[in-house]
């Protein structure tokens, strides 16, 4: 059974930094999307980074810059190194995964198009 859970939430201060990370359990795949979502309290879900096995990463503009995803392949575990927060990046985050597919694996892939969902991380930061 495939599961993702994350971790390494927290509160900060506006200009800190914090990394995700999302360890990935029950499966192994060569071929795969992956994706880091977030959610505030009346919003729809935001993809804000994906990475494919290919290596290639994707970013929402209003983390460009800020924000790296990587997956370390031995550990099988996902990150989202998050700098330079700012008090709009508050919101619960997610990983997704969808084993065995490349297709437009970018931040404009809805979240249903995603197979897995850990259950989130809280990031809270203040001015």
């Known amino acids: 059974q495939v599961q993702l859970a994350e971790s390494g939430g927290g509160s900060v201060q506006a200009g800190g930094s914090l990394r995700l990370s999302c360890a990935i359990s029950?499966?192994?795949?060569?071929?795969?999307?992956m994706a880091w979502f977030r959610q505030v309290p009346g919003k729809e879900r935001e993809g804000i980074a994906t990475i494919n096995s290919d290596g290639s990463t994707t970013y929402a503009d209003s983390v460009k810059g800020r924000v790296t995803i990587s997956k370390d392949g031995a550990r099988n575990t996902l990150y989202l190194q998050m700098n330079n927060l700012r008090p709009e990046d508050t919101a619960m985050y997610f990983c997704?995964?969808?084993?065995?597919?490349?297709?437009?694996?970018?931040?404009?892939?809805?979240?249903?198009?995603?197979?897995?969902w850990g259950k989130g991380t809280q990031v809270t930061v203040s001015s």
């Open positions: 029950g499966y192994r795949y060569s071929v795969y999307c």
């Open positions: 997704a995964a969808d084993p065995g597919s490349l297709w437009r694996c970018n931040v404009l892939r809805a979240p249903w198009e995603y197979n897995y």
